[in-house]
């Protein structure tokens, strides 16, 4: 849960992790093969490597589950915590709204996903980046021209212009 949660992989793309080749330790990534057989390699958070190395020493593989035992560990773990059975792609898009939240960039976000094209990020997460660019507008001040009369002062001077 927590790799899937840290990285926004599908669980395919988690079934399909072989160590060796695919976790890069050095340089903090994990290469997957995605949809239509598209590969790109997702950035490793702190969480994210240390769930890898808790399953590498508890289990000495990856997770090779079939995916239906990987939902049943889910549910697991779920009504452990207590919350409602959650999904697996429920994870991903938890893990894309927390990137979009914490400041990430749609472009960015959409390469460690995997979509064909930001457009297809954009469906899942626009609602996202409108509440972000009200929020962001509020904080921006832009200068404005003083009005005296029926006069504009320009901006930085003290002519007045129309």
Not at 15 to 32: K, L, S
Not at 83 to 93: C, E, F, G, K
Not at 101 to 124: C, N, P, R, W
């Amino acid at each position: 849960m927590r790799f899937a949660l840290g990285t926004g992989a599908r669980l395919a793309e988690i079934r399909g992790i072989d160590q060796d080749p695919d976790v890069n330790w050095d340089n903090g990534t994990v290469h997957v093969l995605g949809k239509f057989k598209k590969e790109r390699d997702i950035p490793m958070q702190p969480d994210v490597h240390a769930a890898l190395v808790e399953q590498i020493e508890a289990e000495g593989r990856l997770w090779r589950q079939n995916p239906q035992r990987l939902r049943e560990v889910m549910a697991q773990g779920a009504a452990r915590a207590k919350i409602p059975n959650i999904s697996p792609h429920a994870l991903r898009h938890t893990f894309g709204t927390r990137c979009l939240q914490a400041g990430g960039d749609i472009y960015k976000l959409s390469k460690v996903l995997g979509h064909a094209s930001v457009a297809v990020t954009e469906e899942h997460y626009a609602h996202l980046l409108k509440e972000d660019l009200i929020a962001a507008s509020r904080q921006v001040k832009l200068p404005t021209a003083q009005r005296t009369g029926n006069k504009v002062v320009a901006i930085g001077s003290q002519k007045s212009g129309r």
